[in-house]
């Protein structure tokens, strides 16, 4: 069933209103089987996104853009030297578990950090990609899904080499006890050409996982 799925790299920055408008409207094709499913890379300028459980107050310093979008989660940052993927898939054709879906995607990120040789992994009770910075647990991703009709939207950001100092106006995903990091920070860089090629090596594990039952 992959093959039918598209990728698309964009390369340039496009509009954070620009991208969610595209992306709702491929979800709604997708709903009514007249476009393929869809994993969209691509890089946004700075904007800080507001999830359905944003609280005002964890906007410190509205430098940026501020939209609300319909994903899930509190406040997050997008901007260059950021890995934005929005996945677009059809969860009717696969196990209707939202848990196991963000369960999925997450494990799908952390083994492509891997093949790039950089060691993540899930923290209990946070949402998101951790990773340990000179042995303090840092967030090097962040993940916000929405699923409606049972096919999926949004997706993840991924730190490869982003200004860090832009999350500091905002308590990032609510999270304000732990730093956040990046590749280059942790003097591990990543071209977002790699990253790519990471993603697409551990996809087929990925859609495994949504297709396994249990």
């Known amino acids: ?89 059809d969860l009717r054709e696969r196990r209707r578990d939202v848990r196991n879906y963000v369960h999925a995607i997450e494990g799908w990120v952390i083994a492509a950090l891997g093949d790039c040789g950089i060691e993540a992994f899930r923290a209990p009770g946070r949402i998101g990609i951790w990773t340990l910075d000179r042995g303090v647990e840092a967030k090097i991703g962040a993940i916000g899904v929405r699923i409606r009709q049972w096919v999926t939207l949004h997706g993840f950001a991924i730190n490869l080499d982003p200004d860090l100092t832009h999350f500091t106006g905002i308590v990032p995903c609510g999270i304000a006890e732990f730093p956040v990091t990046s590749a280059a920070a942790l003097g591990k860089p990543i071209a977002t050409e790699r990253f790519d090629q990471a993603l697409r090596a551990t996809f087929l594990p990925f859609l495994d996982a949504l297709d396994r039952a249990g």
């Open 1 to 89: 069933m992959h093959e039918t799925i598209e990728w698309r790299v964009e390369p340039q920055p496009i509009d954070y209103a620009e991208a969610h408008a595209a992306m709702e409207a491929r979800a709604a094709a997708v709903t009514a089987h007249t476009a393929q499913e869809l994993v969209w890379l691509l890089e946004h300028p700075p904007v800080y996104t507001a999830g359905t459980s944003a609280d005002p107050a964890e906007m410190l310093d509205p430098r940026f853009p501020v939209h609300r979008t319909g994903r899930g989660g509190r406040y997050t940052y997008h901007g260059p030297g950021q890995r934005i993927g929005y996945v677009v898939l």
